[in-house]
């Protein structure tokens, strides 16, 4: 049965930012993570950005890779929100090494369970954004999906938005002067099933 109360109750959002350029930059990875975390906050779910090229994220596949590794701390955050949102750049048809690396570091998570022997992801709901001059969105989409799921992560449907330019064009996605309706659209779309299935999964847990 559906606890009413919890499934009410306020959902978080954290968006990874896999942008290959540190802050101040501009970067349209970052506006497209602003966008969705916009439209998860018109679903009433609050969220934080966090620009990966600004830590320092270690390589491997360790919860704590020591020596200032900054994962832990972004570990932590994830953790505690209910939806992971992940933002690439398209880099040469592939996704960004950053974002590579992050799906690397959460490789650690299929040893972590909770006292049921749950991973301690699973229930949280995964959505991703592409952006880039280049084709290779529905690709990157794909690899990030099948890893976040083989860790616990659960994915929406339309779980994916993405803006593609010209090919080999000059415009960025930040560049344009308003957002395509299409990519509006559908950014929406997908915010909105993000917040249902987080609800639904938090009210009635995966069972084992």
């Not at 290959?20 to 969220?47: F, H, M, R």
Request: glycine share 6%; with cysteine; aromatic share 4%.
């Amino acid at each position: 049965m559906t606890d009413s109360t919890t499934s009410t109750a306020p959902l978080s959002a954290i968006a990874l930012v896999c942008t290959l350029k540190p802050s101040p930059a501009e970067s349209s990875s970052q506006l497209l993570a602003t966008q969705i975390l916009d439209e998860l906050a018109a679903n009433e779910v609050t969220g934080t950005a966090v620009r990966l090229a600004d830590y320092d994220v270690k390589a491997g596949v360790e919860l704590d890779e020591g020596d200032g590794d900054a994962w832990p701390r972004i570990r932590e955050q994830i953790i505690a929100s209910d939806i992971l949102v992940i933002v690439t750049p398209t880099w040469m048809g592939h996704l960004s090494s950053i974002a590579q690396r992050a799906l690397e570091r959460l490789d650690a998570e299929l040893s972590e369970t909770d006292d049921k022997g749950r991973p301690l992801v699973e229930g949280k709901v995964a959505v991703v954004g592409v952006v880039g001059n280049e084709d290779g969105a529905h690709a990157i989409a794909a690899d990030l999906f099948q890893g976040l799921n083989d860790v616990g992560f659960s994915i929406p449907s339309q779980a994916s938005t993405y803006w593609n330019g010209e090919a080999m064009g000059s415009v960025d996605y930040k560049d344009l002067d308003e957002t395509p309706e299409s990519v509006a659209s559908t950014t929406a779309s997908m915010a909105k099933n993000a917040a249902h299935l987080a609800r639904v999964l938090r009210a009635q847990p995966y069972q084992h």
